[in-house]
């Protein structure tokens, strides 16, 4: 199953900039760009929110309504990595980040890297 660890969260003022990064590993018969990567979030009390996608080539890409024009998506696949750019951030943007891998059936998520947009 491959392992991914999200980095790059903390405290950012409104209308900063942030940028989260998700790094893959733990490869057998795949390879990083067999997977569609994704970004989810979570603030306290809500259900997972879906941010962002992008495809295996890192040529499509996708946002939710909420970031459309905020975020960027991009991935580097001789890296193994993925990133989240988050520009004029909001205080609805607060929450857990999560990284997400996904290949057919095969499907891996992080354990999330914080964001917390404070004043």
């Known amino acids: 199953q491959v392992h991914l660890v999200e980095s790059g969260g903390g405290v950012v003022q409104p209308g900063g900039s942030l940028t989260l990064s998700c790094a893959a590993s733990g490869f057998t018969d795949f390879t990083f760009s067999d997977y569609a990567m994704n970004w989810y979030r979570q603030a306290p009390g809500r259900q997972r929110e879906f941010v962002a996608a992008?495809?295996?080539?890192?040529?499509?890409?996708l946002y939710g309504d909420s970031v459309k024009g905020r975020f960027i998506i991009p991935r580097d696949n001789a890296k193994n990595e993925m990133y989240l750019r988050m520009n004029s951030l909001k205080f609805a943007d607060p929450g857990m980040y999560y990284c997400?891998?996904?290949?057919?059936?095969?499907?891996?998520w992080g354990r999330g890297t914080q964001v917390t947009v404070s004043s």
């Open positions: 992008i495809g295996r080539a890192g040529d499509n890409t």
């Open positions: 997400n891998a996904v290949s057919g059936s095969r499907e891996s």
